[in-house]
């Protein structure tokens, strides 16, 4: 018997049994995953060997194995290379060769088996190997007792491109940085690293052709040729590809900056601070342009051997172009009709050169035309109707909308968002006892154009049989209604800005209320359009014919939506994957870590995992593992960047009331801080990112777990044990407010937002304790708490106070006598 390896074989009892059909804690989740009863105990030393050619990726692969094994358990346990005949842990591969430079060559499937005996791990690439490696690692856990469960594994990635971008010109990031960001991607089964390294703010590209680019427009922070290979060869033995963006023809303020004469403006042009879309537009109409692209490509396909270049061609403002009487007789000379037009050339001049080169082009929406080759990629940041429309006109296609880490969401919304597109909502034949009724809303923001539309319910006598949303632009969505009646209604539906909960009153022909949007209320207003719309009385005997002409002018009443394709599964087959997205105006070297994980975990399991795997408590079950688990297997920084905040923000003063304070909060989400900064500071790179919101991620998940616990005890609200251990929780954060002093007076800034906190969780107490006597509260008794509801969810600092939520769920637990 070896020594160093325990085998335990005996049956569990039913306890056990019971736990081994639950889900492993694992993410992304395997596509297929077939349990046995027992554990393999490993400790001491774990021989292994590997089939195959041991290339030189291979050494490296099991090197890094090796040292995460050791940072994980320590001294527990340790590798030792022996033959096949001697191993614990048998590792198979085909093909040994790093990971190719073309998508179509990719084979990350893996099988792994865990007996009573053994540890199997075979695939058919390298590729495959070290995802099942990275599964592995996660089965083995961060305990100095290993007990592996006896399992058989059969995995393999749902979308082909999953990818996460990293946007360095906005804000710099060290060479160490993106590596440990390369390391959790790994962990993650990421395979493509998005590298954003031009754009306004910024060129981060130490280039020899047009080395004034580096030298005048990155402020001294750029990444020298040296650095990009290093980096672009770290990626790659961890089984990543390198995708570079240069942005073309807009984002480019830091082009203009050093080469003035290659714009659609003469300038004087001068670094871009500021956050936003800009004017700088390269010039379509002058071949100097062309000759820099080309220069530029070609230096770029030398430290980039991936087989796609990212072009950007988003947001470009035209002004400069509609303006400059030479680009104006050129497009006339072109017979191009407008902008677009003009773009379009430019573009179909750029994937030559690319073709030149022996790279294919991907960009955002906005590159997609009818004259470009169909193997480019659109990358839509305009969500699922961008998808359809690529796919459907034959081109290929991945999503980032519902994946910017950027804004703060809710793992569950990252979750639920597919790349996939929803199918069209098809409304229903209109009964003959049926109305429609429909309004238009407006909800104004602080920054770009209000968001408007409408929504619709179909309604029968009693009940609401249909409910949709039509955003202006946007195709329709079917909504979640959680309650309705005449003088309101309340429903969501997740949407690009993330989920939306519209609350809204009705008062004759018009309505009032909010939209919350994440966890932050937009005012809306609006009036109604359509009004209790029903099919003729005197045709309700009509025949067939009639009654379709009459569903056909019901369908014509209903308000526009924007037409989105029925894709077919051929067509389906075109949406290669997504991406998870960070752009890096309120993040920085100091928040990378928090900004991204583990919410970058929840979107790659989306992007790897079965599409059926919906259930979110799961989910959140294994996320919270596995940020524990990345934090020690691969380094990440996130926990550690909350405190090292806090601790700044607390001066000399104790830790403890701060994070106190912090676990009843939350980032506004989508959009909302940015909106505040270009209102209310200069929305540029002149902004602080030290104070608290910035120390915060964007999901609270104490309190998420608080109010799991909080709903389980509403359903039968007694005085139990539940009942106290909630109870003193509302202390503790009540109590909180006289502990917090000292930093309110270094940051009076906060002490509004303190005092609303007090009185929100002081609020939760008192009706904590009155619901477990009554259920019934007053009319003016909820009136007033739904306004100190109202209060809390507005923002402060760039912060709502959470809390509010356990607040209204025992509010909502409530009748009216």
């Known amino acids: 018997m070896n020594k160093y390896l325990l085998l335990i074989t005996c049956l569990f009892c039913s306890v056990w049994a019971n736990a081994q059909t639950e889900q492993l804690s694992l993410m992304p989740y395997p596509q297929s995953v077939e349990h046995q009863q027992g554990q393999l105990v490993l400790g001491g030393t774990l021989h292994y060997a590997v089939e195959g050619k041991k290339s030189a990726a291979v050494k490296s692969t099991l090197k890094d194995f090796s040292a995460r094994i050791k940072t994980q358990v320590g001294t527990t346990l340790r590798l030792k290379e022996s033959s096949i005949a001697k191993a614990q842990l048998i590792i198979r591969i085909e093909d040994a060769k790093p990971i190719s430079n073309h998508i179509d060559d990719w084979n990350e499937s893996y099988q792994l088996n865990i007996t009573a005996t053994k540890i199997d791990l075979s695939a058919k690439q390298l590729m495959g190997a070290q995802r099942g490696l990275e599964t592995l690692l996660q089965l083995v856990g961060t305990d100095s007792k290993i007990q592996l469960p006896l399992v058989t594994i059969n995995d393999h990635p749902r ?25 959790a991607m790994a962990a993650a089964k990421y395979n493509i690293f998005h590298w954003h390294i031009t754009d306004d703010q910024g060129w981060r590209l130490e280039t020899k052709s047009y080395p004034k680019l580096h030298k005048l427009a990155s402020d001294g922070e750029y990444y020298t040729r040296k650095q990009i290979r290093d980096v672009v060869a770290y990626a790659q033995a961890r089984g990543i590809q390198v995708l570079p963006e240069i942005d073309m023809p807009g984002h480019a303020s830091a082009i203009a900056v050093a080469y003035p004469e290659l714009m659609s403006a003469p300038g004087p042009y001068a670094m871009e601070y500021r956050w936003g879309v800009h004017k700088p537009t390269l010039n379509p109409a002058n071949e100097k342009v062309y000759e820099f692209a080309d220069a530029i490509i070609a230096e770029v396909v030398e430290l980039f051997p991936f087989e796609y270049l990212h072009i950007g061609g988003d947001e470009v403002d035209p002004e400069h172009w509609n303006t400059n009487p030479a680009i104006q007789s050129f497009m006339k000379e072109q017979g191009l009709k407008d902008h677009r037009a003009l773009q379009a050339y430019f573009n179909q001049r750029l994937q030559k050169i690319l073709q030149k080169h022996k790279r294919k082009m991907i960009g955002w929406d906005e590159i997609q035309h009818k004259d470009l080759p169909k193997d480019i990629v659109i990358h ?62 407006e909800m104004p923001r602080k920054r770009g154009k209000p968001v408007t539309g409408t929504f619709t319910f179909i309604v029968d006598d009693k009940n609401i049989r249909q409910a949709f949303v039509d955003f202006t632009g946007k195709s329709r969505r079917e909504v979640l209604l ?10 969501s539906v997740d949407t690009w800005m993330g989920p939306v909960e519209f609350r809204v009153k009705f008062s004759a022909n018009t309505i009032s209320g909010d939209a919350v949007v994440g966890n932050t209320p937009y005012v809306i207003s609006g009036e109604k359009i ?12 009509a025949k067939n014919s009639s009654q379709k002409s009459l569903q056909v002018d019901a369908q014509k009443q ?55 795997l919906q259930d979110e408590k799961s989910m959140y079950v294994r996320a919270n593992f596995i940020e524990l688990w990345a934090e020690k297997s691969v380094g990440l920084l996130h926990r550690h960047q909350q405190l090292v905040a806090l601790q700044k923000l607390a001066g000399k003063n104790e830790l403890a009331p701060m994070k106190i304070f912090a676990d009843l909060l939350e980032p506004a989400h989508y959009y909302h801080r940015q909106h505040e900064k270009s209102t209310y500071e200069t929305y540029s790179k002149a902004d602080p990112l030290n104070r608290l919101v910035d120390a915060l991620p964007a999901e609270n998940e104490q ?27 509302f202390e503790r954060w009540t109590s909180n407010r006289a502990a917090l002093q000292p930093v309110l007076e270094l940051h009076p800034e906060l002490v509004s ?53 356990s607040l209204e769920k025992i509010m909502s637990s409530f009748t009216q006598p």
């Open 159 to 183: 979308f082909k491109w999953r990818g996460l971008l990293l946007d360095t010109s906005r804000h710099f990031f060290s060479v160490a940085t993106i590596k440990r960001q390369i390391d």
């Open 558 to 612: 209903l308000p526009k939506t924007e037409p989105v394709a029925h894709l077919s599964a051929q067509q389906e087959s075109l949406i290669l994957g997504g991406e998870a997205a960070l752009w890096v105006e309120i993040a920085d070297e100091q928040s990378i870590d928090l900004r991204l994980w583990p919410r970058a975990f929840i979107v790659a399991e989306r992007l790897w995992s079965a599409r059926s």
């Open 753 to 805: 937002l303190a005092n609303k906190t007090e009185l929100v969780t002081r609020t939760s107490l008192e009706l904590l304790d009155k619901r477990v006597k009554t259920s019934t509260i007053t009319q003016s008794e909820r009136i007033k708490v739904m306004d100190l509801i109202r209060q809390a969810q507005n923002m402060d600092q760039e912060l709502v106070v959470a809390a509010a939520s």
């Open 530 to 541: 359509i009004n209790n719309f029903s099919l003729p009385k005197a045709e309700k005997t």
């Open 482 to 491: 959680k309650n309705y009646s005449q003088e309101n209604a309340r429903f």
């Open 703 to 729: 309190l998420r777990q608080f109010n799991q616990r909080l709903d389980a005890w509403l359903k039968n609200p007694q005085m139990n044990v539940d009942y106290y251990a909630l109870r003193a929780e």
């Open 380 to 441: 839509s940041w305009r969500g699922p109707d961008g998808v359809s429309d690529a796919v459907s006109h034959g081109f290929q296609s991945i999503l980032s909308t519902g994946y910017y880490l950027d804004q703060p969401q809710y793992g569950s919304y990252h979750y639920r968002n597919d790349p996939i597109p929803p199918k069209p909502v098809v409304v229903v034949e209109l009964a003959n006892n049926e109305t429609i009724n429909s309004w238009r809303f």
